[in-house]
């Protein structure tokens, strides 16, 4: 069964920081994985979608990588600003269904 | 935004009545998917659809059933509403299983007392 784990669970920066979100499976027979963020209370907003084949994805000030042999993943958030305070999921597509992480929530202090 | 709309987006319902959430797309995905979202267990797959009339379960299934008569809607029912099933409801769509992205709705907050 594949099980996904986000490191860490909670992170709070001063606003500027460079920094990473980390992402673990354990199966690598994976289509894809997607990251997302969500905000209290709201819906789970796309970020990122990384192919099996691909090993990274940009948009904006977010790159994300995949080692998809050593099952990891990592969401790098360049600059980061308080509108970037939320939770971060990761989730992993093999077929049928999309496995998720607990999630990591990140606060931004101005 | 997707056009992803979930009705209700907030339901209190009592222990033994028979609850139906919607969800509607405006894409045209043929696949659709309902999942429940709890603290210390995440978001977990109920049931999904890859087309009309066409379903399958998930891994948390057990209490709830679907149906599709619509590429557009994916109703999500629980026949007797028990305290455990206290949950935030999401939907999603994609256009394919492997390949694609998956976009959510606003989510359901179902409270049964």
């Known amino acids: 069964k594949q099980e996904v784990t986000q490191i860490p669970a909670a992170l709070s920066v001063p606003e500027g920081e460079n920094l990473v979100l980390n992402c673990s499976f354990t199966?690598?027979?994976?289509?894809?994985l997607q990251w997302f963020r969500q905000d209290p209370g709201k819906g789970l907003t796309s970020l990122l979608l990384?192919?099996?084949?691909?090993r990274e994805q940009t948009s904006g000030r977010l790159n994300a990588s995949l080692d998809k042999s050593s099952g990891r993943s990592t969401l790098y958030i360049a600059a980061s600003q308080p509108g970037d305070s939320a939770t971060y999921l990761c989730?992993?597509?093999?077929?049928?269904?999309?496995?998720f992480g607990g999630g990591t929530r990140l606060m931004v202090k101005p | 935004d997707a056009g992803i709309t979930q009705s209700p987006r907030h339901k209190v319902t009592e222990t033994g009545t028979p609850v139906t959430l919607r969800c509607h797309q405006t894409?045209?995905?043929?696949?659709m998917y309902w999942y429940r979202q709890d603290p210390g267990h995440g978001l977990r797959l109920i049931h999904y659809?890859?087309?009309?009339?066409?379903?399958d379960k998930g891994e948390v299934s057990d209490g709830y059933s679907v149906s599709r008569s619509k590429t557009e809607d994916f109703l999500l029912t629980l026949e007797s509403a028990t305290s455990s099933q206290t949950s935030v409801y999401f939907c999603?769509?994609?256009?394919?299983?492997?390949?694609?992205?998956?976009?959510f709705g606003q989510g359901t907050r179902l409270t049964v007392v």
């Open positions: 999603a769509i994609s256009k394919s299983q492997e390949n694609t992205e998956a976009f």
């Open positions: 199966d690598s027979a994976i289509y894809n």
């Open positions: 990384i192919q099996s084949s691909q």
């Open positions: 989730a992993v597509n093999a077929g049928n269904m999309l496995t």
């Open positions: 894409e045209n995905h043929r696949y």
């Open positions: 659809s890859y087309g009309v009339k066409d379903t």
